[in-house]
């Protein structure tokens, strides 16, 4: 026991001589330059020691050297105008102190490396211009947009870099859209030049050519809801004292057409429809028949007509509606589109399934029509 005592103060000696004999051997490193040894050497004498002091600042000491030479290499490179490099050598940097601080080291930044990386972005971002530029020029516009896309990254205010990425994009739409129109696809030559005057309102004539084909490609619209004698929701609503089911399957399928905000259809709405549709039902009695139809739309002054007629309507029971609707040439009487719109209970939701049936068949009604482009045959 007695040696047991005495021995363990030997070992304390000892261990403090070799901490003594690390500290200066991590010292000498450190004088000779060698940064990375001597941060090791302080590293291990911590790790062992945690409140050897000196240990801790040897690290932060050599670490901060370490940091600083990182540092000074991505500088280097900024001022050679080799972004990509630096950027690189700067990410390096990055990640060295993120490791440090992550050991309560702090590492400080050099004010001047962020201010070198902003100059070497000019200068990369003039380089891209003027390759864009050159691609303009050379009508390789998709190239130019690229460049100069990337040069307005790293130069936000650069306005002659956003002048020519305007034209890059501008340009070949404008002449998309002058093809479109030599091949008579007035609604695509339209599209074009929307696209560019919804930026650029005074590009050169694109306005005034978007008009055009928008005048080329519009048509007009009248709509003529047929009756129907056997259905008896219309004189079950009459005796009830409700508008005519017909009514509101005409003004939901008038308000589903307005809400296309379709620049091309021009709905024909004349005072004296009602009375037009009156002298059908009186002459007819509910039969349908195309030549009447067809002077029901020239009264109207409409090109082309669209009829919808209710063949089934139940809002209590089943719950569904089935409505025929076609839309007809009123000059040769060509049929141009000719579907049934179906809708089940399955398709609305609580609460006014009147309202739910004919909004929703009315909405698909509209969809064909938008689908509609008398110019392709």
């Known amino acids: 026991m007695r040696r047991l005592f005495l021995i363990v103060p030997v070992l304390a000696c000892m261990a403090c001589g070799s901490t003594r004999k690390q500290m200066e051997r991590a010292s000498v490193y450190e004088r000779e330059g060698m940064l990375q040894e001597a941060y090791n050497g302080y590293a291990e ?158 590009y050169r004539n694109a306005w005034d050519l978007q008009d055009s084909c928008r005048q080329q490609a519009s048509y007009t619209l009248g709509y003529v809801p047929l009756h129907n004698g056997a259905l008896q929701a219309n004189e079950i609503a009459s005796v009830l004292g409700g508008a005519a089911v017909e009514a509101q399957l005409a003004a939901s399928v008038k308000a589903a057409l307005l809400d296309l905000n379709d620049p091309f259809l021009v709905l024909v709405d004349r005072d004296n429809t009602d009375a037009i549709l009156a002298e059908q039902r009186r002459q007819m009695s509910g039969v349908f028949d195309d030549l009447y139809t067809l002077e029901t739309g020239q009264l109207l002054g409409a090109r082309y007509v669209l009829t919808a007629k209710l063949l089934r309507f139940d809002d209590v029971l089943f719950k569904q509606c089935e409505v ?14 000719s579907e049934i719109v179906r809708v089940n209970k399955q398709e609305i939701s609580k609460g006014a399934p009147r309202a739910q049936l004919l909004g929703t068949a009315a909405k698909r009604i509209a969809q064909r029509v938008a689908s509609f482009d008398p110019n392709k045959r």
Do not use: C
């Not at 240990?55 to 540092?71: E, I, N, P, W």
């Not at 400080?108 to 864009?132: G, H």
């Open 324 to 337: 025929q609707m076609q839309l007809i040439e009123t000059s040769t009487g060509r049929i141009h589109a």
């Open 45 to 202: 004498v911590h790790d062992r020691k945690h409140r050897t002091v000196e240990a801790h600042v040897g690290m932060k000491r050599t670490a901060q050297g370490l940091f600083d030479r990182l540092q000074a290499d991505a500088s280097a490179l900024y001022l050679a105008n080799d972004l990509a490099a630096g950027d690189q050598k700067r990410a390096e940097a990055a990640n060295f102190k993120s490791r440090m601080d992550a050991k309560g080291l702090e590492l400080q930044w050099d004010p001047m490396l962020d201010t070198r990386r902003v100059e070497a972005q000019r200068v990369e971002a003039d380089r891209l211009y003027q390759e864009a530029d050159a691609a303009y020029r050379a009508e390789r516009f998709s190239e130019a947009e690229e460049l100069a896309t990337k040069s307005l990254q790293l130069d936000k205010d650069r306005k002659e870099t956003a002048y020519l990425l305007k034209l890059a994009q501008l340009e070949p739409r404008y002449r998309e859209g002058q093809r479109a129109m030599d091949l008579g696809l007035w609604r695509d030559a339209f599209q074009r030049f929307k696209w560019i005057t919804d930026r650029d309102a005074g």
